[in-house]
């Protein structure tokens, strides 16, 4: 039971100390106390290219080289690429192994990638759920880029 006592007196203490610290102060050039955070936030993002941009112009940069690649092979492609497996058709395969090269990037973070690719999966997926047309993914992608 010592310990526990010693360990609730500190941090109580931490917390009294904590009540008498000065509240941060913003620099002179920031708008805000919570734009310290976003200055941050953006400087870290300034130097990394946008991920999902680079995913889905190679995507359709694909699409139009290879005419037989469709929507189900763009999600069997994004599909492979979170689980690390390999698609069974070919032109499917061709485009994961196009779409690792991004993430094989120096620029480029694996977290960020895997971020997008899952993202843009999920989106397919709402896509094939609603299957009306065979390349509605493909036609949405190319609406976003531009």
């Known amino acids: 039971m010592a310990k526990r006592d010693d360990l609730l007196r500190r941090l109580k203490q931490a917390d009294r100390r904590r009540g008498r610290r000065p509240p941060a102060t913003p620099n002179s050039n920031d708008s805000g106390a919570d734009s310290g955070r976003q200055t941050v936030a953006a400087s870290e993002s300034a130097g990394q290219p946008d991920v999902t941009a680079l995913i889905v112009s ?55 990638f895997r971020t997008a690719v899952k ?9 094939d759920r609603e299957a009306e047309g065979d390349d509605r993914f493909l036609n949405y992608l190319a609406v976003l880029i531009e």
């Open 119 to 127: 993202g843009l999966s999920e989106q397919a997926m709402q896509f």
């Open 58 to 112: 190679e995507v359709l940069a694909f699409t139009r080289s290879d005419t037989s690649c469709r929507d189900p092979q763009v999600v069997s492609a994004l599909r492979a690429l979170l689980r690390g497996s390999s698609p069974a058709v070919d032109s499917a395969r061709r485009l994961r192994d196009q779409l690792q090269k991004i993430a094989d990037r120096p620029d480029v973070k694996l977290r960020d």
